[in-house]
């Protein structure tokens, strides 16, 4: 009699176990080619280097994890490594990559949160973590 009572609870714990694992609407890691993930870490560049002080631009040096998540849209929390570039800012746009020199290009890592809707021209810098 036992063992009626018994298997259905251990199924029922093993199901809340793996539930919690993998809970629908989680972030979850996606590929850093992903194009709405490059799109996305694009805009938070440009937003990052317009509430900077400093007088020259950063650029991504390395896309370190991307993940996503799907809400009304998608948010992707990216972390990346960026340093300076000898590319002042307001200046004739042009491409700029970060220096070889670690001196220069002073590397830090940040964590971006942008929420995208595509099908209506949304993109917005939720969230910047930089250390």
């Not at 490594?81 to 000898?86: D, I, N």
């Amino acid at each position: 009699m036992r063992w009626r009572v018994v298997i259905p609870v251990f199924a029922a714990v093993l199901a809340v176990g793996v539930a919690a694992r993998v809970m629908t609407g989680a972030p979850v890691d996606a590929d850093v080619n992903d194009s709405g993930a490059l799109n996305a870490l694009k805009f938070a560049v440009v937003e990052h280097n317009k509430a900077t002080n400093d007088l020259y631009l950063s650029q991504v040096a390395r896309i370190i994890r991307v993940q996503k998540q799907v809400v009304a849209g998608m948010k992707y929390i990216i972390t990346a490594e960026l340093g300076k570039t000898p590319c002042r800012k307001g200046g004739a746009d042009q491409e700029c990559t970060v220096h070889e020199d670690q001196s220069k290009a002073r590397p830090y890592q940040c964590t971006f949160t942008v929420w995208s809707k595509p099908w209506q021209s949304f993109i917005q810098l939720e969230d910047e973590k930089c250390s």
